[in-house]
Structures are given as structure tokens and as C-alpha cells.
């Protein structure tokens, strides 16, 4: 194991719970820093900070895994795992069978993601040192949950700046099925983790699904960017009256048939559009009852927040445009660059250009199983509100 040393002042956020150590915080290193590689991370004065992984290419220089000197081996792995399959089991509903089991730091564990479907399981490894943790990590599961399966799907910007290429493929016991099911909320969905977005579903938005699905009966719900159709189908089983379903993406949009058709759904309440959201709501004249708006990340890097926040305001300003009054918008920034602060603050401009009254009837964030680390903000990455429409000026 390796040794980093801090500089003089720049222990305080990692005392305090923070799990990233970065690279302008660290007076020396000793030992070769193997991208990876198992570091005793020190204060200036020597005491001890605790150990984590070091990758001295990136930024985050240092991940921090545990604040003890404690043996990072198969029985820390088990202790960690098995204390988040702890919590999920205390805190899903019944009948869920695909929820996110690891979180990365949100459960003491960074860089590792893995999301079960039912009898599979789908692992991402995006750092250097979750990558030399990964057969530990894939052990543990296998012991634990005694999947069918293990499959991989580490891919996406922190791997490349990690230096690592991309990695798929099965991990342990059998290749999943073309297409997985999974039951939510009282409603199933067919889920593709091998070329579905990250892992194949968006577990994250569970719960504000079944909130907009409690207030649907009776409602004309317009559910954009709408994937898979998660939304629209749990609005459509709670009485929505008709669901028109906006989404690019032609693989996607034809899975959110898929799962209307399988949740047994009448298909004359659904409508099923292939366009760019910004483009359906500057041209149609319809007005709803419900909106969804749960776009992709505007915000991928910082220098992007500008015209990042242009888009929200704009995507918002029709929304409220297009809903009648009384109306309920459920909107959503997953923009880690973009703070809850920041993304109601560019709602409120949005419902100032539309010349709107909106009450903000709560705020919104990811569900229980997504877990964050109280000293870790930048694992909040899911924004909503949940806002109702009191009318426009014309």
C-alpha cells in the first residue's frame, strides 16, 4: 500500500466525511502509484485519514473507501454490500424486483454501480480502482444474491478519464435474455440492459413515478423524453384517461409499446410520438392535464451550464404553455453541474416568461436506493419539482 500526504489545511472536507481527496490537496506521495492502487491516506501531521484508491491522471485524485485501517479484502466487501442489501430490503415496496443495490459513494463504495433485475444482476466498474475491486465485488454478489447472471456494462466519461476503455460482457453465470422483466409500482416493464441507457432502466425515478401515477385518474398526461414509457405506463394503470408518450429515440420508443401493451393498457388511451421534445411542444395545440418532463443531462461539464440552463428554462416555459390550468408539471434536471437551488431558480425565470402563477408543491430528488453520502452533495444528481399551474396571463 502506498502513502499520500496532504498538505497543511486540506484535511477538513475528507474529516468530515467527503470521500474524494483531490490532486491540488496532496503534499507527496510514497510508493508507485499504480492507477488503482490501495493508498494510507495521511494529514499533514501524520494522523491518519483512512484508505482509499489513488489515480493520480484524474482530478479526483483519491477515493476513499473507508476512514479506519481496516484490510480492504473479501470480508470489508461483504460487510458493504451486505449492509446495502440491508437497507433495500427495509426500504422497497413489495413486489419490486428491480432496484439499485450499490450506489457508488452513496453506499461507502465509489465508482461501483450494480442494479438488479430480478435473477440478474448489471455491475458498472467506472474507476481505476473499482476496476482492481471488481472480482471481490462480483464474488460478493454472487454469494449474496446467487443471481442467474452477472452482466457488465462499464462505460461512459469517468472510465475514458480514468484511462480506461470500455468494458461489457457477462461476469458471472449465464448472458441475460434479449429483454428482462421487472415489476414496479404494480406494473411490469421489459428492460434491454445491454443497450438500454447505463444500466437499462431509470430506478432512480420510482417514486416520483408512483406519485404522478396517485394523482393521474382522469387526467390527459403528456409524458416526454419518455424512454421506455415508465411514466405513462404507471399514469395509464392509475386511471389517466390518455397518454401521449414523446421520445426520440425509435429503440425506446418501441419499448414503451412493448410495456403498454404488456401491462395490458387500452390502446386507444396512448399515443406514441417519435420526436425532439423542444420541436413537438413548440408545434402542437393540445393541452394536458399532466407533464413530464425528465430530459437527458443538459450539463455534461461545466462550461455547458449556460447553454445547459437556456434549454431547461426554454423546455419549461412550454411546458407551462401547453398545461391546463390547474394542471401538474413534474419536471427533472439530472445535470450534476446544476444544483436544486440553481434548477428552480431557472424554473421560476421560465414561469416568468410564460407569465404564469405556480406553486411549488415539492421538491423532488431520487428514490431510496439511491442513497447519498451526507458529506457527498455531488451525488444529488437528480433534481425535480413538482409544481401545479394556477393559470397564465395572455
Known amino acids: 500500500m502506498i502513502t499520500v500526504r496532504l498538505k497543511p489545511g486540506r484535511d477538513g472536507p475528507v474529516r468530515a466525511g467527503h470521500p474524494w481527496i483531490f490532486s491540488g490537496a496532496i503534499a507527496d506521495v510514497e510508493g508507485e ?149 421487472i415489476q414496479e409500482n404494480g406494473c411490469r416493464f421489459l428492460v434491454d440492459i445491454r443497450r438500454g441507457q447505463k444500466t437499462g432502466f431509470f430506478f432512480d425515478q420510482r417514486e416520483n413515478r408512483a406519485l404522478v401515477g396517485a394523482l393521474a385518474a382522469g387526467k390527459r398526461v403528456l409524458n416526454g423524453f419518455a424512454y421506455t414509457g415508465g411514466f405513462g405506463v404507471v399514469a395509464a394503470k392509475q386511471g389517466a384517461t390518455v397518454v401521449v408518450s414523446v421520445e426520440s429515440s425509435a429503440a425506446a420508443l418501441h419499448l414503451a409499446q412493448q410495456n403498454w401493451q404488456l401491462n395490458n393498457l387500452p390502446q386507444s388511451q396512448a399515443e406514441f410520438v417519435r420526436a425532439d421534445m423542444f420541436v413537438y411542444l413548440r408545434q402542437t395545440t393540445e393541452k394536458f392535464d399532466v407533464i413530464i418532463l425528465d430530459p437527458p443531462p443538459f450539463i455534461r461539464r461545466r462550461h455547458d451550464v449556460h447553454a445547459g440552463v437556456s434549454g431547461y428554462k426554454e423546455l419549461n416555459r412550454q411546458a407551462f404553455l401547453h398545461l391546463q390550468r390547474g394542471g401538474y408539471l413534474y419536471t427533472f434536471s439530472c445535470s450534476q453541474h446544476l444544483s436544486a437551488a440553481e434548477f428552480l431558480q431557472t424554473v421560476l425565470l421560465a414561469a416568468a416568461e410564460a407569465r404564469c402563477e405556480v406553486q411549488v408543491l415539492r421538491q423532488l430528488a431520487q428514490a431510496a436506493d439511491h442513497p447519498l453520502n451526507i458529506a457527498h452533495p455531488e451525488g444529488a444528481y437528480l433534481k425535480g419539482l413538482w409544481l401545479r399551474l394556477g393559470g397564465c396571463k395572455r
Do not use: M
Not at 476496476?131 to 460478493?140: A, I, S
Not at 449474496?144 to 458471472?172: D, F
Open 33 to 181: 502509484a499504480e492507477a488503482g492502487a490501495l493508498a494510507h491516506v495521511l494529514a499533514a501531521d501524520g494522523s491518519t485519514i483512512g484508505i482509499g484508491y489513488v489515480n493520480l491522471r484524474c482530478s479526483i485524485a483519491v477515493r476513499l473507501l473507508t476512514r479506519s485501517q481496516e484490510a480492504i479484502d473479501a470480508a470489508f466487501l461483504h460487510r458493504r454490500v451486505a449492509n446495502a442489501l440491508s437497507l433495500r430490503r427495509a426500504v422497497l415496496p413489495a413486489g419490486t424486483t428491480g432496484y439499485r443495490l450499490l450506489n457508488g459513494e452513496g453506499d461507502f463504495l465509489p465508482g461501483i454501480v450494480a442494479d438488479v433485475y430480478d435473477r440478474f444482476v448489471v455491475c458498472q466498474y467506472l474507476t481505476a480502482g473499482a476496476e482492481r475491486l471488481k472480482p471481490l465485488v462480483v464474488e460478493t454478489l454472487a454469494t449474496l444474491l446467487t443471481p442467474e447472471g452477472i452482466y457488465e456494462r462499464s462505460e461512459g466519461a469517468v472510465r475514458r478519464e480514468e484511462g480506461l476503455e470500455s468494458a461489457t460482457g457477462v461476469l458471472w453465470g449465464t448472458e441475460p435474455p434479449p429483454l428482462l422483466t
